[in-house]
């Protein structure tokens, strides 16, 4: 199977790898290989004889600007994926992404699966929890050198390498014509997700639980954990850690 991945970054780098292990054919496609989603440029060439594309790029700011790159972006790539006669459009997104409308981010993703689910592709819509490599970049916004300010927000999280595989079995699947929500198998709070990170780090500052630290302090309840059906990958946070 021939399969387009829009993206190289932390997805779509190992999943390029993943699927090619699997026996298909890939293409990776991102600005360092001459493909803008932005303007277009080089998609036909990059999508051309493919059978599947997976979209896993971000886009480069989370403000508002982020609703309109989501905007163009998906009408080039769904204009693309018609011309060259693509049969299945899959694209990663965020468990309760619709759920957090204070969030300029969370507001441009759910454009971009409004959109996909208009468009004239066949289509999945993979939604993940946050990812246990980003646990230390989250917590490094509300920190400094004596403590470790979070929120109690309730999470899920999941192991990247658990997303690449659950995106290659969709992207090489039929097309769900819906969503997916995926995520780790524990749930645990933000604050507690913090302190066995300090604590498998050797880092002894104390978390501080503070209802308005830190972007998932605009979350309330359990919105950004999965609902019936999610598919849950094996990898537990304190063995990943521990890794």
């Known amino acids: 199977m021939k399969i387009t991945v829009i993206g190289t970054g932390l997805i779509g780098s190992q999943l390029a790898t993943e699927l090619t292990a699997r026996g298909h054919a890939v293409t990776t496609a991102s600005l360092s290989s001459g493909v803008d989603l932005l303007t277009g440029a080089g998609l036909d060439t990059a999508l051309a004889g493919a059978e599947a594309v997976v979209n896993v790029t971000n886009s480069p700011t989370f403000d508002e600007q982020s609703i309109e790159f989501f905007r163009t972006t998906v009408g080039n790539l769904l204009a693309a994926g018609e011309r060259a006669g693509v049969r299945h459009q899959v694209v990663l997104s965020i468990v309760g992404v619709d759920q957090v409308p204070e969030l300029d981010y969370y507001r441009a993703k759910t454009l971009q699966e409004e959109l996909l689910r208009g468009g004239p592709t066949p289509y999945s819509i993979v939604r993940?929890?946050?990812?246990?490599?980003f646990m230390e970049p989250t917590m490094s916004w509300t920190s400094d050198g004596t403590a470790v300010r979070l929120p109690a927000t309730l999470l899920q999280p999941i192991a990247s390498r658990d997303i690449v595989d659950i995106l290659a079995d969709v992207t090489t699947g039929t097309p769900l014509g819906g969503v997916l929500d995926i995520a780790g198998p524990d749930k645990f709070t933000l604050d507690e997700i913090g302190r066995m990170t300090l604590a498998a780090r050797g880092d002894r500052r104390p978390v501080i639980v503070d209802a308005q630290?830190?972007?998932?302090?605009?979350?309330?309840?359990?919105?950004?954990?999965?609902?019936?059906?999610?598919?849950?990958?094996p990898t537990h946070y304190q063995d990943w850690l521990n890794g």
């Open 213 to 233: 630290a830190g972007l998932f302090a605009a979350v309330h309840g359990d919105v950004l954990t999965p609902g019936p059906g999610a598919r849950l990958a």
């Open 128 to 133: 993940a929890t946050q990812f246990f490599e």
